[in-house]
């Protein structure tokens, strides 16, 4: 039996009118898990649940709501309620609204901000995608050195409540980030102390144009609470904080898992995309590695008459290039996952390439043993195809251990060789590697047959 | 031509014997840097180095060290010095360490803790692997709910630099959480303000058998610093903090990439795995896969006189295979990503299943028509392959269409059902998938050829 679900709860509630009861409930909830109930809930019953919520609640919880709804809502408030959330978003939430609504209602948007915070948007608004400075969020609380630490307590309880975070304080002199203490540091200070001696000077910052997956990796390496984004000349500009660092860390490893599977990639979830967007997202490498298998039709045209002659072959080519095709993407992903987490650079291609040479031969040997023993034994014995005999087999194998070993070696080097020419590594994954493989293991096999075999 | 290293500096220094000056530059460094540095230098040099570093940041950095290091700084520590590293870790980075060594240091560590700690790192190694328990340490700060915001601080101030973080504390009665408080509250409330009345009652918690990937997952969904662990009676008993969550969301990525790719996970790095052992992450599923492409082998051996007699046919079974297997990894891959985040449940699959059928007819006759023209077109008029008729092309365009279609509905059910039946969807990746769709459409393949070319 399934169980009955907090939205329908909600949605009953609603329903019977017991507005108090669904106010109360609503109450003890979570910003997020608020969001996620207004997500499920459609049409007109979005905005009567929205002005339902205690008024703190429904600003948090716009934050976490889908774009889709949000769309809706703006569309339904009146001026005044927009002025309210917006008031209370954290201006990169702002930002990030925006990029995602219609003209209309960013006009709508700026109209109700006021002129400073609409500059802040406007500056950060013109940060590359996927750049720090577009990440960041100008909301953080900086500090003089010469200050004591009873005087940074009256700046930080002052502007506390409107900053994204308190817990770590940058140091400025003329807006130059000179040092950062955390509130740690300050709370276990005597309140006399000066912020200048107490401040740790040895700062990780980053420059606004640094993509915003190495923000977030560094902010995962040093286990920080937030990182300071400073422009050419060391003067802050924002902060990136650790809740952002997780959603672009799970957006990227998405986007790579995406790309590995030949998708180009979405940022939408699954059930947010459209049947013909989705379709667009993965026909372009379908009809590009379909074109490309073009050149195994040609080698297996090539060598017609010979197989005609020697059917047999035929049975084991699905084998061979599946094979190949997966030890190939056993080491192009292992690589691939090894370049983003930063265990592998561009520098150790060589003992790449001399790990993975290794464990070709002895991953090709060993296959290449069993399905000996499996073509004489099972196919041949068990199941009666005299057509395989021992030479056959030994072609069969001989390509095995070919196939393996180059699948191996064009596997761990593409993804290298894509980084070091800027390309995403990601798309060097086994699809890609099995088109390449599946060419030069036929190859292979068909020359390996002629010598053997003498087709 | 690259770049001096910060590590070739360092061991230039050291190699000198400028020591001073090495302690100054060691001592501008972070944690995880000087952790880095430590790793990359071999044998006799890291103890000495470590021995270099100042104090405080020796113990810091020593948490960040690779378990092979840590075990041969220990080997060569004093008692005194493996105390002083051990007094300063996490408790839950002493667990980690633990963990890792062998039984001969595991006791030389348990000699060198005092007895309640040593009760404590003995109740967390009882956790089973994977669970909240395993993650999370006993050092967060609780307070009690009649407690003034003064005495709260008072309290934070006296043990607040041995906790693992401050910024959230717990109000507990009898050990019981009834509430949680940041330190933005606190710091914004008046010092006669009671905790109780500020603090929120509503406290996302979990339990200590949860599944750490969930924990993780919830702490990035509600933009949280740290969540209590509690066991079956609502009793606080640790806390899982941000760094180590995205540490875990990390690692649960990496396995699930290493899963779709038919490799066992491993949670070391590329190169602290040894050809060996990476072979042996990678036979079994390259092992399974190859045995099981015998049914493709047996379809085609049962079709062979057939297969004679239309030898163009064969051709075209690498492009159809490797069409099928990548638009059912397609389907598979985005499915598993979607459980994965949540954006996706079990009881979605009927929508699953309705999407991936419209997608699967979109590509399927997408990609049969572009085939259609480039059979002909290039195949037979460019390259002059006077076999590929139009009843040929037919023939090899409706196999696609078939192909695509079974792809993507094995690719979106498979995975679903894994879930279902508690396996990892991750498993039901590309490889997997490719080797029934292979099978599947080669069927197809053959049953189309014999209606439409009578053979």
């Known amino acids: 039996m399934e169980q009955t679900t907090l939205f329908e709860v909600v949605m009953n509630l609603y329903r019977q009118k017991k507005f108090a009861e669904l106010k109360t409930i609503m109450g003890q909830l979570n910003p997020a898990d608020v969001a996620n109930i207004i997500e499920s809930a459609d049409g007109r019953d979005v905005i009567a649940l929205f002005r339902l919520l205690p008024k703190e609640l429904a600003t948090e919880a716009f934050a976490y709501i889908d774009p889709d709804q949000q769309e809706q809502l703006i569309l339904a408030f009146t001026d005044r309620e927009l002025r309210e959330v917006i008031d209370e978003l954290f201006l990169d939430d702002t930002v990030d609204l925006i990029e995602e609504m219609p003209a209309n209602i960013v006009n709508r948007i700026l109209k109700n901000t006021d002129p400073r915070t609409r500059s802040q948007i406007n500056e950060l608004l013109a940060y590359p995608a996927d750049s720090a400075g577009s990440l960041m969020t100008p909301e953080y609380v900086y500090l003089k050195s010469d200050m004591t630490v009873e005087e940074a307590f009256a700046k930080i309880r002052a502007v506390g409540v409107v900053k994204e975070t308190i817990y770590t304080c940058y140091v400025t002199e003329e807006r130059k980030l000179v040092g950062v203490v955390s509130l740690l540091d300050l709370l276990t200070a005597s309140y006399e102390t000066v912020v200048g001696d107490i401040m740790d000077t040895n700062v990780i910052s980053v420059g606004t144009k640094e993509d915003k997956e190495t923000v977030a990796t560094m902010l995962a390496k040093y286990d920080l609470l937030a990182i300071p984004v400073v422009d050419g000349e060391n003067r802050i500009v924002g902060i990136v904080t650790v809740d952002d660092a997780i959603d672009v860390l799970q957006d990227e490893n998405t986007e790579d898992i995406e790309k590995m599977a030949a998708i180009v990639p979405t940022d939408k979830p699954y059930f947010k995309t459209g049947v013909f967007e989705t379709f667009l997202k993965r026909i372009p490498w379908l009809l590009l590695l379909m074109v490309s298998a073009t050149f195994t039709g040609m080698i297996i045209t090539g060598f017609e008459s010979k197989l005609a002659t020697s059917v047999v072959l035929t049975a084991f080519i699905p084998m061979l290039m599946d094979t190949g095709g997966n030890a190939g993407g056993q080491a ?73 070993f180059i699948a191996k070696l064009i596997g761990c080097t593409l993804p290298i060789l894509a980084k070091a020419v800027g390309f995403d590594p990601a798309v060097m994954a086994s699809p890609f590697i099995t088109t390449i493989v599946d060419a030069v293991s036929l190859l292979a096999y068909f020359m390996i047959a002629q010598a053997v075999l003498h087709i």
């Open 332 to 404: 192009s992903v292992t690589i691939i996952r090894g370049l983003s987490l930063g265990d592998i650079s561009l520098k150790d291609v060589w003992s790449v390439i001399w790990k993975e040479i290794r464990v070709a031969v002895i991953c090709g040997a060993c296959l290449a043993a069993v399905n000996f023993g499996k073509m004489l034994l099972i196919d041949r014995l068990l199941l009666g195809n005299a057509d395989i005999s021992v030479a056959v087999a030994l072609v069969v194998c001989l390509t095995m251990m070919v196939a393996v």
